[in-house]
Each structure stands twice: as structure tokens, then as C-alpha cells.
């Protein structure tokens, strides 16, 4: 009697076998979604080492610039004036100029860089034209128009950054009435926005972090130096 049932068990069970283009199709699905995730991990990479470059650099590099520059021009008419009024005026006054100069000056490389792109861009469509090129490949390859530098925003970013630069030691220096202290407040402060501005500059574009942030730091230093002991110079010699 059980031999029986096993036997009508056995007989109405179904066995499905995979075919041949069942087994193609999960292939070929495994190899797109392979592809899939190597074309997104490519694009994340593209992204974190060349999209963010301009940004980046008009934004670090402004940062620096107006930090260094502005606390050079108050070290150096604080070398000949004792005078709170006169090195806030002069650091206002470099502020200001700083940031413009540095914008427009941004403004006109950025925009340099976008017509010889689009020059490119375009010598190559006529080329591809002129040798029959699919027309969908085309328009593929000009969907990066996303890519091409943006003079305003650089520009932008870069009187900003500037402006954000020149603050530090505005502020250090607005309220300390003696000499002496004033200098050496505007010096500690100066030195820890360098560190910070180097190591966010080498943590960003993925390099060496104590290197950048000491490379960053005695250039400023340099900077100030050089500022204050000519000024004090020629100060001196009441030239």
C-alpha cells in the first residue's frame, strides 16, 4: 500500500527544468548589472577627483589669499602705525580689493577656459559629422554640458572665499587696544586659519595633509615676515 502512494506521489510531481535561454538570460542579466555598478563606481571616482577641482581650487585658493594678503597689509601698517584705526582701515581696504580683483580676475580665466571647451566641443562635432558618425553617439557625447566651468560661479566663489579669508584677521584685531597683543592675536590667528585652510585643501583633493598644511602655513608666515620688516624698513628710514 505505501509502495503505491509513493509511486502516484512520484507520478504527480513536476520537475521544472531551467532551458537553455532561461540560463542565457540570467547570464546576460548578471553581466549588465556587473556593468552597471562599474560604470556607477568609475562615476563616483570621476566626480571626487575632477568635477569638484574647480570649486575647490577657486575656493581654498581665495580663502588663503585673502587671509594671507589682508593680515600682510595690517602687519605692515601695523609696523610704522601703532594705530587700531589705521590697520582696520587698511584691512578693509584690502578686503575690498582683494575680493574684487580676485573675482573678476577668476571671472576672466574661467571664461577663457570655457570658449577654448566649446571650441573643442564643436570642432570635434564637425569632425564627427564630416566621417558619418551616428548621430546618437553625438548627442551622447554632448549630454556633458553639465562638465563645462561656470565662469560666475567661480567668480563667486572665489570673492567669497576671499572675503571669508580677510575676516580672520579684521576680526582678531578689532578689539584688542594694545600694540603688542593685537600683533601677536592677529599672528596665533592668522597661523590657525592657515592650518585649518591647509589641511581642508589637502582633505578635499586627496593629498598628503601634513605636507599641505605646513607648506600652507610657512608661506603665510613668509608672507608676513617679508611685509612687516620692509614696511619696518622703510619706515624707519622715513623714506
Excluded at 570621476?46 to 568635477?51: A, L, M, P, T, V
Excluded at 580683483?101 to 574661467?110: D, K, L, N, R, Y
Aim: charge should be neutral; charged fraction near 20%; aromatic fraction near 8%.
Amino acid at each position: 500500500m505505501s509502495s503505491n502512494q509513493a509511486s502516484l506521489n512520484l507520478n504527480q510531481a513536476k520537475f521544472v527544468l531551467p532551458t537553455n535561454n532561461d540560463l542565457e538570460q540570467q547570464q546576460q542579466q548578471q553581466q549588465q548589472a556587473t556593468t552597471t555598478l562599474e560604470i556607477e563606481a568609475d562615476h563616483e571616482d570621476i566626480f571626487d577627483y575632477s568635477k569638484r577641482s574647480q570649486w575647490l581650487r577657486a575656493a581654498v585658493l581665495g580663502a588663503n589669499d585673502g587671509l594671507v594678503s589682508t593680515a600682510s597689509i595690517m602687519m605692515g601698517v601695523g609696523a610704522v602705525k601703532h594705530d587700531i584705526k589705521a590697520m582696520i582701515l587698511s584691512g578693509f581696504a584690502g578686503l575690498v580689493a582683494g575680493a574684487c580683483s580676485m573675482a573678476i580676475g577668476e571671472f576672466v580665466s574661467v571664461y577663457s577656459q570655457l570658449d577654448i571647451e566649446v571650441a573643442q566641443r564643436k570642432r570635434e562635432k564637425e569632425r564627427g559629422q564630416s566621417r558619418g558618425r551616428d548621430i546618437q553617439e553625438e548627442d551622447t557625447n554632448y549630454e556633458e554640458k553639465d562638465s563645462l566651468p561656470n565662469p560666475l560661479q567661480a567668480a563667486a566663489a572665489s570673492a567669497l572665499a576671499f572675503s571669508v579669508g580677510a575676516m580672520v584677521p579684521l576680526l582678531a584685531a578689532s578689539f584688542i587696544r594694545e600694540y603688542k597683543v593685537r600683533l601677536g592675536v592677529i599672528v596665533a590667528a592668522v597661523t590657525f586659519a592657515l592650518v585649518v585652510f591647509g589641511w581642508l585643501g589637502a582633505l578635499w583633493g586627496k593629498a598628503p595633509v601634513l605636507r599641505s598644511a605646513l607648506r600652507v602655513l610657512f608661506g603665510g608666515w613668509m608672507a608676513m615676515a617679508i611685509t612687516f620688516g620692509l614696511t619696518k624698513l622703510i619706515g624707519s628710514s622715513a623714506l
